[in-house]
């Protein structure tokens, strides 16, 4: 009796080839066949998912945004204020092969959106739900204190989100940027800013949040 | 006799004319066929000039590059510290047609520079030239104790510059973040930050450099 098949299971597993696919060669080498090869299963299964390449990658935008929200999701549950917020900013900057595969598949598909509207308003979607959490971790680290009360959450979020994006695209243009990103957590560094309004002694010190790894 | 040709002019004057089409319709619109009909030139004349569709995309790119160089250099010129690093920051968010323009082609390439080495290159060079004059006007603000001079005037150009291309990427695909930019100079709230460093007294106010114009 053949073995029940979990499409949805399978789905995914394709897909998490074709990002680690595109974190160790880019996205120029993310094909079906590429897929095929590295997977085991014929290109036929996989055609029995993906139509062609581009509908391929669309599901590797797909998991890279509910990779992000999983882990959002995550930090939320098992971190506070501003630990939570950085490990969610930190969540998709390129310093490992995993969030580098997650930058390329989104930047990839920006341009796209840029031009599809469909894909506009998915995207949209994703860069909604991602300022939600920061939001989120901002609210929470003003009501502990963390951040001056003052500040507009959505605001913050949106910028801090832009920030964490704008160098993650820059550092996968510019080797520079790439090397100041690994030296320095530019997150930490204007959060840190933020908290600079409380009254002496309640800022947030430097190192307070490093013993968390991104995950 | 004919007229003589200044071909670097109407190499600059084929690209406007796309940087407009690019503002007012977005890259899908940007073809030969159409700036042939908006400009009165022949496609031709067009083709003496760029052999194809995507060599007329990278004239519109390197013009985009020219026009924020020139600008940049008009700014630190003519403005001072903590006015010229703001006007350098804004000179490529899109908040009217002609920055529209520069952002849509830039991004464009953003995508394609991920996987094609030259165009990285040229996009390196572009971002670092960016990064270059924002650093100037970081160090002339120091200079003048307009920001803290214990700042890394490379590092916080790195994000201030990313601050401002990721909140205009962002922009692009998400009308709230273009109303949110509209309503507020992300920019200027950052840098205040930084200024917020310094004793009372001296930090820059909100206020102060409301009066320049983005040129």
Redesign the interface.
Known sequence: MPRLVDHNERRRQICDVLLDIVSEA???AATIREVADRSGWSTGVIGHYFNNRQDLLLGGLRRAAEILAEHNTRVLKTLEGIAALEQILEGSIPLDKRRLALC?IF??F??????EEDL?QE??SY??GWRKSVTRAIRDAQAQGDLPAELDP??IA??L???????S??S??????MA?LRE?S?VR??IR??A??LPAGEAVEPTQAKNYAVV
Do not use: S
């Open positions: 880019g996205i120029g390329r930047f990839f920006y341009a796209e959106g840029m031009t506009r995207l949209e860069l909604l959505k605001r949106a910028d989100v832009g920030l964490a994006d704008g160098l695209i820059h996968l243009l510019d080797p520079r940027v100041q320095h530019p560094f204007w800013r933020l600079a309004g």
